[in-house]
Protein backbone atom coordinates (compact mmCIF):
# COMPACT_ATOMS: atom_id res chain seq x y z
CA UNK A 1 0.00 0.00 0.00
CA UNK A 2 1.66 3.56 -0.86
CA UNK A 3 1.56 5.63 1.67
CA UNK A 4 -0.32 9.09 1.43
CA UNK A 5 1.66 12.33 2.20
CA UNK A 6 -0.12 14.97 4.37
CA UNK A 7 2.08 17.83 4.90
CA UNK A 8 1.71 19.12 8.32
CA UNK A 9 3.61 22.72 8.59
CA UNK A 10 6.99 22.96 11.26
CA UNK A 11 6.73 26.79 11.04
CA UNK A 12 7.13 28.89 14.35
CA UNK A 13 3.90 30.30 13.69
CA UNK A 14 1.94 26.65 13.06
CA UNK A 15 3.75 25.15 16.27
CA UNK A 16 2.46 27.71 17.97
CA UNK A 17 -0.73 27.20 17.45
CA UNK A 18 -0.72 23.55 17.84
CA UNK A 19 0.92 21.84 14.64
CA UNK A 20 3.07 19.04 16.26
CA UNK A 21 -0.32 18.32 18.31
CA UNK A 22 -1.97 17.98 15.21
CA UNK A 23 0.79 15.57 13.64
CA UNK A 24 0.98 13.11 16.40
CA UNK A 25 -2.50 12.60 16.27
CA UNK A 26 -2.62 12.10 12.26
CA UNK A 27 0.01 9.47 13.40
CA UNK A 28 -2.05 7.99 16.10
CA UNK A 29 -5.58 7.97 14.38
CA UNK A 30 -3.73 6.57 10.84
CA UNK A 31 -2.17 3.68 12.61
CA UNK A 32 -5.46 2.55 14.80
CA UNK A 33 -7.00 2.53 11.29
CA UNK A 34 -4.46 1.28 9.74
CA UNK A 35 -4.00 3.92 7.19
CA UNK A 36 -0.81 4.27 5.40
CA UNK A 37 0.64 7.86 5.82
CA UNK A 38 3.87 9.57 5.17
CA UNK A 39 3.44 13.07 7.51
CA UNK A 40 6.05 15.84 5.67
CA UNK A 41 6.70 18.88 7.90
CA UNK A 42 6.35 21.62 5.15
CA UNK A 43 6.93 25.31 6.13
CA UNK A 44 3.68 27.50 6.32
CA UNK A 45 2.40 28.86 3.04
CA UNK A 46 1.61 32.59 5.14
CA UNK A 47 -2.00 31.87 5.60
CA UNK A 48 -1.64 32.29 9.26
CA UNK A 49 -5.20 32.57 10.01
CA UNK A 50 -5.50 29.03 8.46
CA UNK A 51 -3.10 27.51 10.77
CA UNK A 52 -2.50 24.65 10.98
CA UNK A 53 -2.59 24.08 7.49
CA UNK A 54 -2.93 20.71 6.53
CA UNK A 55 -2.59 19.46 3.50
CA UNK A 56 -2.67 15.95 1.34
CA UNK A 57 -1.73 14.94 -2.01
CA UNK A 58 -3.87 13.43 -4.25
CA UNK A 59 -3.92 13.03 -8.24
CA UNK A 60 -5.19 16.44 -8.59
CA UNK A 61 -2.62 18.17 -6.79
CA UNK A 62 -2.32 19.06 -2.46
CA UNK A 63 -6.12 19.67 -1.04
CA UNK A 64 -5.98 22.21 2.05
CA UNK A 65 -7.76 21.73 5.66
CA UNK A 66 -7.63 24.46 8.30
CA UNK A 67 -7.53 25.68 10.79
CA UNK A 68 -6.80 21.94 12.49
CA UNK A 69 -6.38 21.32 15.43
CA UNK A 70 -5.98 17.36 17.13
CA UNK A 71 -9.09 17.26 17.56
CA UNK A 72 -10.72 17.70 14.44
CA UNK A 73 -8.45 14.86 13.03
CA UNK A 74 -10.36 12.18 13.33
CA UNK A 75 -13.78 13.92 12.03
CA UNK A 76 -11.52 14.79 8.60
CA UNK A 77 -10.11 11.52 8.38
CA UNK A 78 -13.73 10.11 8.70
CA UNK A 79 -14.97 12.64 5.91
CA UNK A 80 -12.25 11.37 3.71
CA UNK A 81 -9.73 13.71 4.02
CA UNK A 82 -6.87 11.33 2.94
CA UNK A 83 -8.72 11.06 -0.78
CA UNK A 84 -9.51 15.31 -0.62
CA UNK A 85 -13.26 15.00 -0.12
CA UNK A 86 -15.34 17.97 1.20
CA UNK A 87 -15.21 19.13 4.52
CA UNK A 88 -16.40 21.95 6.67
CA UNK A 89 -12.60 23.01 6.86
CA UNK A 90 -11.70 22.06 3.24
CA UNK A 91 -10.42 24.80 1.23
CA UNK A 92 -9.98 22.90 -2.39
CA UNK A 93 -6.98 22.80 -4.51
CA UNK A 94 -4.06 24.93 -1.77
CA UNK A 95 -2.59 26.87 -5.56
CA UNK A 96 -6.31 27.71 -5.96
CA UNK A 97 -6.71 29.62 -2.49
CA UNK A 98 -7.34 33.35 -3.63
CA UNK A 99 -5.23 34.69 -0.88
CA UNK A 100 -2.16 32.76 -2.74
CA UNK A 101 -3.34 32.43 -6.32
CA UNK A 102 -3.45 36.15 -6.69
CA UNK A 103 0.18 36.48 -5.64
CA UNK A 104 3.42 36.74 -7.66
CA UNK A 105 5.44 34.22 -5.58
CA UNK A 106 9.28 34.71 -6.66
CA UNK A 107 11.14 34.81 -4.16
CA UNK A 108 8.59 32.48 -1.79
CA UNK A 109 8.00 29.97 -4.79
CA UNK A 110 9.37 27.31 -2.80
CA UNK A 111 7.53 28.04 0.45
CA UNK A 112 5.30 25.30 1.88
CA UNK A 113 6.03 23.11 -0.76
CA UNK A 114 9.21 21.64 0.02
CA UNK A 115 10.63 20.05 3.42
CA UNK A 116 12.94 22.86 4.13
CA UNK A 117 16.49 21.11 5.19
CA UNK A 118 15.93 18.34 2.27
CA UNK A 119 18.67 19.37 -0.36
CA UNK A 120 16.82 16.83 -2.94
CA UNK A 121 13.36 18.84 -2.57
CA UNK A 122 15.63 22.17 -3.15
CA UNK A 123 17.08 20.83 -5.83
CA UNK A 124 14.39 19.75 -7.47
CA UNK A 125 12.85 22.78 -7.48
CA UNK A 126 15.64 24.59 -8.98
CA UNK A 127 17.84 25.22 -6.19
CA UNK A 128 21.79 26.22 -6.96
CA UNK A 129 20.54 26.79 -10.58
CA UNK A 130 21.73 30.55 -9.78
CA UNK A 131 25.15 29.58 -7.52
CA UNK A 132 26.40 27.35 -10.66
CA UNK A 133 25.54 30.01 -12.95
CA UNK A 134 27.71 32.21 -10.70
CA UNK A 135 30.40 30.01 -10.60
CA UNK A 136 30.80 30.10 -14.26
CA UNK A 137 31.31 34.19 -13.95
CA UNK A 138 33.58 36.67 -13.03
CA UNK A 139 32.78 38.98 -10.06
CA UNK A 140 31.76 42.13 -12.04
CA UNK A 141 29.42 40.23 -13.92
CA UNK A 142 27.61 38.66 -11.21
CA UNK A 143 27.43 42.30 -9.54
CA UNK A 144 25.91 43.53 -13.02
CA UNK A 145 23.75 41.38 -13.04
CA UNK A 146 22.65 42.12 -9.71
CA UNK A 147 22.43 45.74 -10.94
CA UNK A 148 20.37 45.20 -14.26
CA UNK A 149 17.89 43.73 -11.47
CA UNK A 150 16.74 46.41 -9.94
CA UNK A 151 17.13 44.75 -6.60
CA UNK A 152 17.23 47.52 -3.48
CA UNK A 153 17.67 46.27 -0.21
CA UNK A 154 14.64 44.82 1.56
CA UNK A 155 15.73 45.59 5.31
CA UNK A 156 14.21 49.01 4.84
CA UNK A 157 16.48 51.37 3.47
CA UNK A 158 15.85 50.82 -0.02
CA UNK A 159 19.43 51.43 -1.22
CA UNK A 160 20.00 49.74 -4.20
CA UNK A 161 22.41 46.35 -3.82
CA UNK A 162 24.68 46.21 -6.61
CA UNK A 163 25.90 49.30 -6.21
CA UNK A 164 26.70 48.18 -2.76
CA UNK A 165 28.20 44.92 -3.63
CA UNK A 166 30.10 46.89 -6.29
CA UNK A 167 32.09 49.32 -3.67
CA UNK A 168 33.27 46.14 -1.62
CA UNK A 169 34.44 44.22 -4.66
CA UNK A 170 36.41 47.37 -5.48
CA UNK A 171 37.91 47.86 -2.10
CA UNK A 172 40.93 46.61 -1.11
CA UNK A 173 41.36 44.32 1.91
CA UNK A 174 42.74 40.74 2.48
CA UNK A 175 39.19 39.80 4.27
CA UNK A 176 36.24 40.65 2.76
CA UNK A 177 33.15 39.67 4.94
CA UNK A 178 28.71 38.94 3.78
CA UNK A 179 26.87 39.65 6.76
CA UNK A 180 23.13 38.73 6.58
CA UNK A 181 21.35 41.38 8.85
CA UNK A 182 18.33 38.86 10.14
CA UNK A 183 17.33 40.39 13.44
CA UNK A 184 14.30 40.93 12.26
CA UNK A 185 12.89 43.17 15.18
CA UNK A 186 9.79 44.80 13.49
CA UNK A 187 6.76 44.50 15.20
CA UNK A 188 4.27 42.12 12.56
CA UNK A 189 7.04 41.17 10.62
CA UNK A 190 7.98 37.66 9.63
CA UNK A 191 9.56 37.42 6.18
CA UNK A 192 12.78 36.70 7.02
CA UNK A 193 11.96 34.14 10.06
CA UNK A 194 9.88 32.20 6.90
CA UNK A 195 12.59 32.11 5.04
CA UNK A 196 15.05 30.93 7.15
CA UNK A 197 12.66 28.27 8.35
CA UNK A 198 11.12 27.15 5.38
CA UNK A 199 13.93 27.92 2.67
CA UNK A 200 17.27 27.63 4.62
CA UNK A 201 19.20 26.90 1.56
CA UNK A 202 18.20 29.77 -0.53
CA UNK A 203 19.56 32.35 1.59
CA UNK A 204 22.67 30.06 1.82
CA UNK A 205 23.18 29.92 -1.61
CA UNK A 206 21.95 33.59 -2.39
CA UNK A 207 24.89 34.64 0.87
CA UNK A 208 27.52 32.51 -1.69
CA UNK A 209 26.73 34.12 -4.61
CA UNK A 210 27.47 37.55 -2.85
CA UNK A 211 30.69 36.18 -1.76
CA UNK A 212 31.66 34.91 -4.74
CA UNK A 213 31.15 38.32 -6.91
CA UNK A 214 32.61 40.66 -4.21
CA UNK A 215 35.58 37.69 -3.36
CA UNK A 216 34.19 37.32 0.24
CA UNK A 217 35.18 34.03 1.71
CA UNK A 218 33.36 34.39 4.90
CA UNK A 219 29.81 35.00 5.90
CA UNK A 220 27.82 35.46 9.06
CA UNK A 221 24.64 35.33 9.56
CA UNK A 222 22.84 37.32 12.82
CA UNK A 223 19.73 35.83 13.78
CA UNK A 224 17.34 37.38 15.98
CA UNK A 225 17.38 35.74 19.57
CA UNK A 226 13.97 35.19 20.10
CA UNK A 227 13.86 32.76 16.74
CA UNK A 228 14.96 29.53 18.52
CA UNK A 229 13.79 27.51 15.13
CA UNK A 230 15.52 29.80 12.70
CA UNK A 231 19.00 29.47 14.09
CA UNK A 232 18.44 25.73 14.72
CA UNK A 233 17.08 25.22 10.96
CA UNK A 234 19.95 27.70 9.51
CA UNK A 235 22.76 25.99 11.80
CA UNK A 236 21.55 22.65 10.58
CA UNK A 237 20.94 23.52 6.61
CA UNK A 238 24.68 25.07 6.64
CA UNK A 239 26.03 21.67 7.98
CA UNK A 240 24.04 19.95 4.83
CA UNK A 241 25.20 22.55 2.37
CA UNK A 242 28.64 22.41 3.49
CA UNK A 243 28.50 18.51 2.96
CA UNK A 244 27.01 18.47 0.30
CA UNK A 245 29.89 20.86 -1.62
CA UNK A 246 28.01 23.86 -2.14
CA UNK A 247 29.58 26.10 1.11
CA UNK A 248 33.21 25.26 1.99
CA UNK A 249 36.95 25.19 0.27
CA UNK A 250 36.07 24.47 -3.13
CA UNK A 251 32.16 25.01 -4.20
CA UNK A 252 31.22 22.68 -6.52
CA UNK A 253 34.54 21.73 -7.56
CA UNK A 254 35.26 25.66 -8.52
CA UNK A 255 37.95 25.90 -6.55
CA UNK A 256 36.35 29.04 -4.93
CA UNK A 257 35.77 29.58 -1.14
CA UNK A 258 32.88 30.52 0.82
CA UNK A 259 32.51 29.70 4.62
CA UNK A 260 29.21 30.68 6.66
CA UNK A 261 28.87 31.09 10.51
CA UNK A 262 25.30 31.67 12.27
CA UNK A 263 26.05 34.29 14.90
CA UNK A 264 22.69 34.51 17.69
CA UNK A 265 21.76 38.16 17.93
CA UNK A 266 22.32 40.00 21.43
CA UNK A 267 18.33 40.79 21.74
CA UNK A 268 18.39 44.54 21.51
CA UNK A 269 16.29 45.63 18.56
CA UNK A 270 19.24 48.77 17.86
CA UNK A 271 21.41 45.55 16.92
CA UNK A 272 19.00 45.49 13.62
CA UNK A 273 20.98 48.64 12.55
CA UNK A 274 23.81 47.67 10.59
CA UNK A 275 27.01 49.23 12.18
CA UNK A 276 25.32 48.04 15.94
CA UNK A 277 24.98 44.50 14.64
CA UNK A 278 28.66 44.59 13.35
CA UNK A 279 29.78 46.10 16.86
CA UNK A 280 28.09 43.15 18.67
CA UNK A 281 28.86 40.43 15.86
CA UNK A 282 32.56 41.47 17.59
CA UNK A 283 31.39 40.43 20.73
CA UNK A 284 30.97 44.02 21.86
CA UNK A 285 28.27 45.87 23.51
CA UNK A 286 25.58 47.20 20.24
CA UNK A 287 25.89 50.96 20.24
CA UNK A 288 26.18 52.05 16.64
CA UNK A 289 29.26 53.63 14.84
CA UNK A 290 28.84 57.19 13.31
CA UNK A 291 29.62 56.89 9.18
CA UNK A 292 31.62 57.41 7.17
CA UNK A 293 33.41 55.24 6.91
CA UNK A 294 30.71 53.05 5.27
CA UNK A 295 31.05 49.54 6.36
CA UNK A 296 31.22 48.58 2.31
CA UNK A 297 34.91 50.26 2.93
CA UNK A 298 35.18 49.87 6.91
CA UNK A 299 32.77 47.32 8.25
CA UNK A 300 33.46 43.94 10.42
CA UNK A 301 36.67 43.98 11.99
CA UNK A 302 36.95 47.06 9.80
CA UNK A 303 37.04 45.05 6.39
CA UNK A 304 35.47 45.54 3.22
CA UNK A 305 31.80 44.20 4.30
CA UNK A 306 28.29 43.96 1.81
CA UNK A 307 25.38 43.81 4.60
CA UNK A 308 21.93 42.75 3.25
CA UNK A 309 18.76 41.57 5.22
CA UNK A 310 17.45 38.20 4.42
CA UNK A 311 15.05 39.22 1.85
CA UNK A 312 17.68 40.90 -0.77
CA UNK A 313 20.05 37.95 -0.11
CA UNK A 314 17.09 35.50 -0.82
CA UNK A 315 15.98 37.53 -3.94
CA UNK A 316 19.84 36.31 -5.44
CA UNK A 317 19.60 33.18 -6.73
CA UNK A 318 16.33 33.75 -8.73
CA UNK A 319 18.13 36.91 -10.39
CA UNK A 320 21.08 34.71 -11.13
CA UNK A 321 19.17 32.40 -12.15
CA UNK A 322 16.44 33.75 -14.60
CA UNK A 323 18.43 37.03 -15.50
CA UNK A 324 18.03 40.24 -14.16
CA UNK A 325 15.47 41.64 -16.76
CA UNK A 326 12.88 38.49 -15.35
CA UNK A 327 13.42 40.26 -12.01
CA UNK A 328 13.35 43.99 -13.57
CA UNK A 329 10.06 43.18 -15.10
CA UNK A 330 8.30 43.45 -11.97
CA UNK A 331 7.26 46.15 -10.15
CA UNK A 332 6.83 50.14 -10.93
CA UNK A 333 9.55 52.91 -11.63
CA UNK A 334 12.56 52.42 -9.26
CA UNK A 335 10.85 49.71 -7.34
CA UNK A 336 11.62 46.60 -9.16
CA UNK A 337 10.79 43.19 -7.97
CA UNK A 338 8.49 41.64 -5.58
CA UNK A 339 8.65 42.35 -1.82
CA UNK A 340 6.85 39.90 1.00
CA UNK A 341 4.10 41.87 2.70
CA UNK A 342 3.40 41.04 6.30
CA UNK A 343 0.24 41.96 7.27
CA UNK A 344 -0.87 41.84 10.86
CA UNK A 345 -2.91 43.50 13.56
CA UNK A 346 -6.54 43.84 13.66
CA UNK A 347 -6.95 41.89 10.19
CA UNK A 348 -9.34 38.90 9.60
CA UNK A 349 -6.70 37.40 7.24
CA UNK A 350 -3.05 37.90 8.83
CA UNK A 351 -0.59 36.49 6.62
CA UNK A 352 2.32 36.95 3.86
CA UNK A 353 1.76 38.15 0.91
CA UNK A 354 4.05 38.29 -2.09
CA UNK A 355 3.25 40.75 -4.47
CA UNK A 356 5.16 43.08 -7.33
CA UNK A 357 4.99 46.59 -5.70
CA UNK A 358 2.55 49.07 -7.32
CA UNK A 359 -0.52 47.08 -5.45
CA UNK A 360 -2.29 49.65 -3.36
CA UNK A 361 -2.48 49.54 0.29
CA UNK A 362 -6.34 48.92 0.34
CA UNK A 363 -6.02 45.87 -1.69
CA UNK A 364 -3.92 44.31 0.31
CA UNK A 365 -6.36 45.06 3.75
CA UNK A 366 -9.13 44.30 1.63
CA UNK A 367 -8.78 41.98 -0.87
CA UNK A 368 -5.79 40.08 1.38
CA UNK A 369 -6.48 40.69 4.48
CA UNK A 370 -10.59 40.90 4.61
CA UNK A 371 -10.97 44.17 6.48
CA UNK A 372 -10.19 44.40 10.29
CA UNK A 373 -10.58 41.22 12.30
CA UNK A 374 -13.05 42.65 14.73
CA UNK A 375 -15.31 43.97 12.00
CA UNK A 376 -14.95 47.79 12.54
CA UNK A 377 -13.83 50.15 10.59
CA UNK A 378 -9.86 50.56 9.60
CA UNK A 379 -8.21 53.70 11.11
CA UNK A 380 -4.77 53.28 10.89
CA UNK A 381 -2.15 51.43 9.49
CA UNK A 382 1.20 51.39 10.37
CA UNK A 383 3.27 50.56 7.11
CA UNK A 384 7.29 49.67 7.60
CA UNK A 385 7.71 48.61 11.37
CA UNK A 386 7.41 50.65 14.71
CA UNK A 387 9.52 53.43 13.24
CA UNK A 388 7.00 53.29 10.12
CA UNK A 389 4.12 56.74 9.70
CA UNK A 390 0.67 55.76 10.16
CA UNK A 391 -1.32 55.65 7.11
CA UNK A 392 -4.79 57.15 7.19
CA UNK A 393 -7.69 56.36 4.78
CA UNK A 394 -6.79 59.57 2.16
CA UNK A 395 -3.40 57.71 1.30
CA UNK A 396 -4.43 53.72 0.80
CA UNK A 397 -4.70 54.10 -2.78
CA UNK A 398 -1.04 54.89 -3.06
CA UNK A 399 0.70 52.79 -5.08
CA UNK A 400 2.75 50.99 -2.52
CA UNK A 401 6.60 51.81 -4.19
CA UNK A 402 9.47 53.49 -1.90
CA UNK A 403 9.63 56.70 -4.05
CA UNK A 404 5.52 56.99 -3.61
CA UNK A 405 5.37 56.48 0.35
CA UNK A 406 8.46 58.69 0.09
CA UNK A 407 6.58 61.10 -0.95
CA UNK A 408 4.10 61.68 1.68
CA UNK A 409 6.60 61.14 4.38
CA UNK A 410 6.08 57.21 4.99
CA UNK A 411 8.24 54.28 4.19
CA UNK A 412 7.19 50.92 2.94
CA UNK A 413 10.36 49.71 5.04
CA UNK A 414 10.37 45.67 5.31
CA UNK A 415 7.29 45.62 4.29
CA UNK A 416 5.62 44.89 7.61
CA UNK A 417 1.73 45.87 8.02
CA UNK A 418 -0.11 46.62 11.53
CA UNK A 419 -3.61 47.64 11.20
CA UNK A 420 -5.53 49.63 13.84
CA UNK A 421 -9.21 49.32 13.93
CA UNK A 422 -11.18 52.68 15.14
CA UNK A 423 -11.24 52.05 18.47
CA UNK A 424 -7.33 52.79 18.53
CA UNK A 425 -6.43 56.08 20.19
CA UNK A 426 -3.50 57.51 18.24
CA UNK A 427 -1.97 59.74 21.27
CA UNK A 428 -1.46 56.97 22.92
CA UNK A 429 -0.01 54.89 19.83
CA UNK A 430 2.35 58.12 19.58
CA UNK A 431 3.60 58.13 22.86
CA UNK A 432 4.16 54.43 22.91
CA UNK A 433 6.62 55.16 19.85
CA UNK A 434 8.63 57.28 21.87
CA UNK A 435 8.66 55.14 24.75
CA UNK A 436 10.03 52.40 22.67
CA UNK A 437 12.94 54.31 21.41
CA UNK A 438 13.84 55.51 24.84
CA UNK A 439 13.51 52.22 25.66
CA UNK A 440 15.52 50.95 22.99
CA UNK A 441 18.13 53.21 22.12
CA UNK A 442 21.83 52.68 22.09
CA UNK A 443 22.14 55.44 24.10
CA UNK A 444 24.98 56.97 22.21
CA UNK A 445 23.70 59.91 20.67
CA UNK A 446 21.68 63.18 22.50
CA UNK A 447 18.95 63.66 20.27
CA UNK A 448 17.76 59.71 20.21
CA UNK A 449 18.55 59.17 24.25
CA UNK A 450 16.63 62.29 25.34
CA UNK A 451 14.56 63.09 22.91
CA UNK A 452 12.83 60.15 23.00
CA UNK A 453 12.27 60.49 27.26
CA UNK A 454 11.28 64.68 26.36
CA UNK A 455 8.40 63.39 23.63
CA UNK A 456 7.06 61.33 26.01
CA UNK A 457 6.74 64.09 28.30
CA UNK A 458 5.75 66.62 25.76
CA UNK A 459 2.78 64.41 24.49
CA UNK A 460 1.49 63.75 27.85
CA UNK A 461 1.50 67.11 28.26
CA UNK A 462 -0.34 68.02 24.93
CA UNK A 463 -2.84 65.20 25.76
CA UNK A 464 -3.61 66.33 29.59
CA UNK A 465 -4.44 70.09 28.25
CA UNK A 466 -6.74 70.45 25.41
CA UNK A 467 -5.74 72.43 22.29
CA UNK A 468 -2.13 72.80 24.17
CA UNK A 469 -0.57 74.74 20.73
CA UNK A 470 2.23 75.34 22.27
CA UNK A 471 3.71 72.04 23.59
CA UNK A 472 2.18 71.04 19.68
CA UNK A 473 5.32 73.46 18.31
CA UNK A 474 7.84 72.11 20.99
CA UNK A 475 6.72 68.35 20.23
CA UNK A 476 7.20 69.48 15.99
CA UNK A 477 10.67 71.12 16.69
CA UNK A 478 11.86 68.13 19.01
CA UNK A 479 11.19 65.54 16.09
CA UNK A 480 12.85 67.77 13.59
CA UNK A 481 16.28 67.53 15.96
CA UNK A 482 15.67 63.92 16.20
CA UNK A 483 15.40 62.94 12.56
CA UNK A 484 18.40 65.66 11.30
CA UNK A 485 20.74 65.26 14.57
CA UNK A 486 20.10 61.31 15.21
CA UNK A 487 23.20 59.03 14.40
CA UNK A 488 20.81 56.71 12.95
CA UNK A 489 17.38 55.50 11.84
CA UNK A 490 16.26 54.51 15.16
CA UNK A 491 16.39 58.48 16.59
CA UNK A 492 15.53 59.66 13.18
CA UNK A 493 12.46 57.40 12.47
CA UNK A 494 11.17 57.74 15.46
CA UNK A 495 8.99 61.35 14.48
CA UNK A 496 7.59 59.55 11.72
CA UNK A 497 4.77 57.30 13.61
CA UNK A 498 4.91 60.38 15.98
CA UNK A 499 4.25 63.36 13.08
CA UNK A 500 1.72 61.24 11.07
CA UNK A 501 -0.62 60.24 14.40
CA UNK A 502 -0.57 64.53 14.93
CA UNK A 503 -1.53 65.07 11.36
CA UNK A 504 -3.60 63.15 10.44
CA UNK A 505 -5.50 62.52 13.89
CA UNK A 506 -5.39 65.49 16.05
CA UNK A 507 -8.84 65.03 17.32
CA UNK A 508 -6.97 61.85 19.76
CA UNK A 509 -4.54 64.74 20.88
CA UNK A 510 -7.60 67.21 22.30
CA UNK A 511 -6.69 69.72 19.06
CA UNK A 512 -9.59 70.63 17.40
CA UNK A 513 -7.71 71.47 13.76
CA UNK A 514 -4.45 70.32 12.70
CA UNK A 515 -2.06 72.79 12.76
CA UNK A 516 -0.29 74.52 9.68
CA UNK A 517 3.06 73.20 10.46
CA UNK A 518 4.13 69.78 8.47
CA UNK A 519 6.64 67.51 9.42
Partial sequence: MTAIQVFVPGDSAALAVGANDVALMLEKEAAKRGLAIQIVRNSSRGLFWLETLVEVQTSRGRVAYGPVQSHDVASLLDGGMLQGEAHALCHGLTEQIPYLAKQERLTFARMGITEPLSLTDYEAHAGWTGLKRAL??????????????????????????GIKWRTVLQAAGPQKYIVCNADEGDSGTFSDRMTMEGDPFMLIEGMA???????????YVYIRSEYPHAIATMREAIQRAASAGYLGDNICGSGKTFHLEVRKAAGAYVCGEETAMLESIEGKRGVVRAKPPLPA???LFGLPTVINNVITLASVPLIMAKGASFYRDYGVGRSQGTLPFQIAGNIKHGGLVEKAFGLTLRELLFDFGGGSRSGRPIKAVQVGGPLGAYVPESQWDLPLDYEAYAAVGAVVGHGGIVVHDDTADMAKLARYAMEFCALESCGKCTPCRIGSTRGMEVIDRITNTPNNEQQVHLLRDLCNTMVHGSLCAMGGMTPFPVLSALNHYPADFGLEVVTAEKA
Fill in 136 to 161: SMDGAAIVQEVTDSGLRGRGGAAFPA
Fill in 209 to 219: IAGIAVGATQG
Fill in 297 to 299: LEG
